[in-house]
T-cell receptor
Framework: ELKVEQNPLFLSMQEGKNYTIYCNYSTTSDRLYWYRQDPGKSLESLFV?????AVKQEGRLMASLDTKARLSTLHITAAVHDLSATYFC??????????FGGGTRLMVKP | KAGVTQTPRYLIKTRGQQVTLSCSPI?????VSWYQQTPGQGLQFLFEYFSETQRNKGNFPGRFSGRQFSNSRSEMNVSTLELGDSALYLC????????????FGSGTRLTVV
């Protein structure tokens, strides 16, 4: 059974600071997805990582995948208030299903 | 290009009733999967359909069922509702290998009273 551990679960940071969210998973998977969810809203796709060593960047967010370490990271650079949301990582399972981490609730304070 | 459409957006039902939720995927996407989101359990996989066939099912009781039609639209049904079924139900559509990811609908917020 694929398990996903995401940490931290809650992150309060000042604008302009950098931080990293970590996702560890328990078995082999070569597909990793990051999503953002605003309160009361659905999941917005941020990144799709399909191979070991994959790195993708969009604005102040950068995601990477290390399949050997079974680890993905989401790095936030110079955070701004608009990044406040809950971020989820999810790993692809055989059978076309996603297993989600518990989410990281990010609050960026001015 | 239209996104994933879920209806209704909100539902309030009484314990013991049944409910049907609908999901229309992105045009050309033949895979539709359903997820339940609750504060306590997070996001959990319910089931996945491809070309009208259920290919995978999560660890949910038989009260949860679904189907997919020939136009790829999907419905999920929950019978004999319990208070614990209150949740946000999300539908996601994808191309078969999901290399481009999964696109989620806005969800249906179900409240059981």
């Amino acid at each position: 059974e694929l398990k996903v551990e995401q940490n931290p679960l809650f992150l309060s940071m000042q604008e302009g600071k950098n931080y990293t969210i970590y996702c560890n998973y328990s078995t082999t998977s070569d597909r990793l997805y990051w999503y953002r969810q605003d309160p009361g809203k659905s999941l917005e796709s941020l990144f799709v990582l399909l191979s070991n060593g994959a790195v993708k960047q969009e604005g102040r967010l950068m995601a990477s995948l290390d399949t050997k370490a079974r680890l993905s990271t989401l790095h936030i650079t110079a955070a701004v208030h608009d990044l406040s949301a809950t971020y989820f990582c999810a790993f692809y399972n055989a059978g076309n299903m996603l297993t989600f981490g518990g989410g990281t609730r990010l609050m960026v304070k001015p | 290009k239209a996104g994933v459409t879920q209806t209704p957006r909100y539902l309030i039902k009484t314990r013991g009733q049944q409910v049907t939720l609908s999901c229309s995927p992105i045009s050309g996407h033949r895979s539709v999967s359903w997820y339940q989101q609750t504060p306590g359990q997070g996001l959990q996989f319910l089931f996945e359909y491809f070309s009208e066939t259920q290919r995978n099912k999560g660890n949910f009781p038989g009260r949860f069922s679904g189907r997919q039609f020939s136009n790829s639209r999907s419905e999920m049904n929950v019978s004999t509702l319990e208070l614990g079924d209150s949740a946000l139900y999300l539908c996601a559509s994808s191309l078969e290998l999901a290399s481009y990811g999964y696109t989620f609908g806005s969800g249906t917020r179900l409240t059981v009273v």
